[in-house]
């Protein structure tokens, strides 16, 4: 019955796309400093509250090929720093067992086995050579 209801309600609605999720965490984060209060809680409770109230605003809107567009957009334009955040991860994951460079023509992220000692690396994708200590 529940099920049904909430079924119909959010039916041609646009729901929890990426954009509605970060917005949501933006709002659950800005609303922890403002529970100290004074004029900074204040600030901080105005922004989350604005924050929650996009939130829920883009989850209900009946305009999904908008919405959607929106996405789209969201995702071509934070490409570099997902691609950033996906290097940290694989970094952080591998470190043990492999150095890390940045070709420095590039930027690319290079890879390399560690305990090697001083080492010639050549970067796969420019063909650039540099020296480094792994
Ligand atoms: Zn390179």
Known sequence: MIRRILYNFFQ???GFDSIAKLT???AVIFALPAMFGGVTGLVFNGISMVLMVYTWWRVLSRN???RQAEVRRYFDR???IRQKLRNLKTRVSQRREYKFFTCPTCHTMLRVPRGKGKIQ??????????????
Do not use: E
């Open 121 to 134: 690396i050549t970067c796969r994708k420019c063909g650039n050579r540099f020296s480094g200590k792994t």
């Open 12 to 14: 041609g609605r646009n």
């Open 24 to 26: 949501l965490w933006l």
């Open 64 to 66: 999904v090929y908008k």
């Open 78 to 80: 934070t490409a570099g």
